[in-house]
C-alpha cells in the first residue's frame, strides 16, 4: 500500500512538472486555401518547426493545420472551425484580399489574433504580416528592364487571376515599365502559378511573338518558361525572370541563364508565427503594423538573387531536393527586435 502511495505521488509530481514545463501555452490555426505547389507545403512546414522552436524558451506552441484546395467559402469554413476550437491566433494564407473582413471580425469578438501572410487583407481586424507584392513584382521588373537596357518587346505570363498576390504583383510590374517608355508589353497570360502551364504558354507565345527580348514570369511557371525558351533555341536571345526553387538555380548556374528572381521566401508564415507569439505574449511593435494599401501591413524584406549571388543561393540549397525554395525568416530573436 505504502509503495502504491509513493508511486501515484511520483505520477502527481510528474505530472505536474510536465504542466508546468512550459511557463505558457498558445494554439495556433494556420490556413492555406490552395496547395499546388510545393511552396506552400513548405510554407507550413517551416511554420510549424518556428513553433517548435518556443519549446526551447518554455513557451508551448501547438499548430492547428487546415491546408487543401478550397474556394473562398471554403478557406472562410478554416476560420470558423478555428474559432470553434477557441484557437489563440489564426495565421491565414488569403484566398481573397477581401472577402474575409466578417469572418475576421467574428474572430476578433472572439478574442483571437487574426495575421495574414503572403497576400494582404482588407480587415481592420487582421494585420499583415509578408512581403510588399507590389514591390516583389517592381523588383523583377526593374532588373528586366536594367538587363534589357530600357528597351524591347516583353510579355509577362502571371499566377492565378484575382489572387490578391497576383494582382499586385502585375500592379508593380506594369508602372515598372510604365516607366520604361521603349519597352512595350506584347502580352500577359495566366498559368495559375503551374510549371507545366508555364511552360505550355511560353511555347505558345513564342510562336506568336518569336521576336519578344524579354519575360516577366512569376515563381512557380519560371523553369517551365525557361524549358520553352531552351527548347526554342533562344537562351541567348532573350532575359527572363526566374525561380528561388533548387532544381531550377541548379539550371540556371549550368546553362548560365540570363535570369534574376526576386524571392517571396516560404519563410514567411514561419516569420507570422513568430510575430504572433510575441503579440500574444502582450508584447507591443515599436512601429505599429500601418503600411500597404490598407493600413496594416508589417512589411518583411525582399531578397533578390541574380548572377553575382546565385552561387551563395545554391550553397544554402545543398542537399535539398530539387523542388525546395530558397528561403528565410524571422528568427524569434529577429521578431524580438520589432517590438518595444
Sequence with gaps: MKRFIAFAMGAVASMAISASAF????????????????????????????AEKWKERGVDVEV????????????????????AEGVDAIIINPN??????PIFAQAKEA??????????VSSPDAIYVGIDQT???????????KTLDGKGKVVAINGVAGHPANEMRVAGYRQ????HPDIQI?????????????????????ATYPDINGVFVQDGMAAGAWKSIMDAGKKDQIAATGEIRKDFIDL???????????????????????VAVLMLQGKELKEPAKAGQYGNALYLPIPFIDSENVEEAAKQLEGKPGYYSYTSSLSIEEAEALFK
Design 111 to 120: 478574442g483571437i489574433l487574426v495575421i495574414a501572410t503572403d497576400a494582404e
Design 64 to 83: 492547428s493545420v487546415q491546408s487543401a484546395n478550397v474556394d473562398v467559402p471554403g478557406q472562410i469554413a478554416h476560420v470558423r472551425n478555428f474559432i
Design 176 to 179: 515598372v515599365f510604365k516607366d
Design 252 to 274: 540556371w548556374i549550368k546553362e548560365d541563364l540570363n535570369s534574376g528572381a526576386t524571392v517571396n521566401p516560404p519563410g514567411v508564415m514561419a516569420s507570422a508565427l513568430n
Design 23 to 50: 511557463a505558457e501555452t498558445f494554439k495556433i490555426g494556420l490556413s492555406n486555401g490552395w496547395v499546388g505547389s510545393e511552396w506552400r507545403t513548405q510554407m507550413i512546414d517551416e511554420a510549424k518547426a518556428a
Design 135 to 145: 514591390a516583389w513584382g517592381a523588383a523583377g521588373a526593374e532588373w528586366l528592364a
Design 96 to 101: 481573397s484580399p477581401t472577402a474575409f473582413d
Design 186 to 206: 506584347v502580352n500577359e497570360v495566366n498559368a495559375n502559378w503551374d510549371q507545366a502551364q508555364g511552360q505550355q504558354a511560353m511555347q505558345n507565345i513564342l
